[in-house]
Nanobody
């Protein structure tokens, strides 16, 4: 059974940092691209970032470029998102998603999400 379990969310002040993790199981993690997608209150899901199978190619939503860094540890079956200089508009539920093909916003499995709240 494919499982994706996010952690690391929380309440942080503007300008603060968080590191999200996504523990994967039930499939060969190193064979799949992965993504982070977020959903702000009252809005639809928004793609944030993706990483290819080896971790050497990444892509980002323009508004998070230079502030967020996606990475993966295939030995630990874990996806990460390091977030710096957080802004109130980053407030959302963050989901990791197994990505069908890197570069295409198509996902076949989702985690349950972790809440990130940026507020003073």
């Amino acid at each position: 059974e494919v499982q994706l379990v996010e952690s690391g969310g929380g309440l942080v002040q503007p300008g603060g940092s968080l590191r999200l993790s996504c523990a994967a199981s039930g499939f060969t993690f190193s064979n799949y691209a992965m993504s982070w997608v977020r959903q702000a209150p009252g809005k639809g899901r928004e793609w944030v970032s993706s990483i290819n199978v080896g971790g050497g190619i990444t892509s980002y939503l323009d508004s998070v470029k230079g502030r967020f860094t996606i990475s993966r540890d295939n030995a630990k079956n874990t996806l990460y998102m390091q977030m710096y200089d957080l802004k109130p508009e980053d407030t959302a539920e963050y989901y990791c998603a197994r990505t069908v093909i890197f570069g295409r916003k198509e996902y076949d499995y989702w985690g349950q999400g972790t809440q990130v709240t940026v507020s003073s």
